[in-house]
């Protein structure tokens, strides 16, 4: 009943930017909180940046400075601007959503955690 789709990767040099939007559908009624996780090849996945339904944000020390997430509670779609791109930026990019509560029939039901399929970032040098 839920799901997230990204979009917005692609190819870049580095210094250039990319903006990753990712929206949730469904008959949804909140979202606790969206956040951004990547994974390179070899590598675990590791968090790049959440945010709260209020908009409290937090940020990886790899992100930080060059990359602003933000959220639009009204269209369920997080985004993150992401700036300065380097070589080592290059990744798979999740979207997650924590905490989302939807309704089925009558009912209203919450999930912990929802993944999109994931968008490519590749940096060139």
């Known amino acids: 009943q839920v799901q997230l789709v990204e979009s917005g990767g692609g190819l870049v040099q580095a210094g250039g930017s990319l903006r990753l939007s990712c929206a949730a559908s469904?008959?949804?009624?909140?979202?606790?909180?969206m956040g951004w996780y990547r994974q390179a090849p070899g590598k675990q996945r590791e968090l790049v940046a959440d945010i709260t339904r209020g908009g409290t944000t937090h940020y990886a020390d790899s992100g930080k400075g060059r990359f602003t997430i933000s959220r639009d509670n009204a269209k369920n779609t997080v985004y993150l601007q992401m700036n300065s791109l380097e070589p080592e930026d290059t990744a798979v990019y999740y979207c997650?959503?924590?905490?989302?509560?939807?309704?089925?029939?009558?009912?209203?039901?919450?999930?912990?955690?929802?993944w999109g399929q994931g968008t490519q970032v590749t940096v060139s040098s």
């Open positions: 469904g008959s949804i009624f909140s979202i606790n909180a």
């Open positions: 997650n959503a924590e905490g989302v509560t939807y309704k089925r029939g009558s009912y209203y039901f919450t999930g912990s955690d929802y």
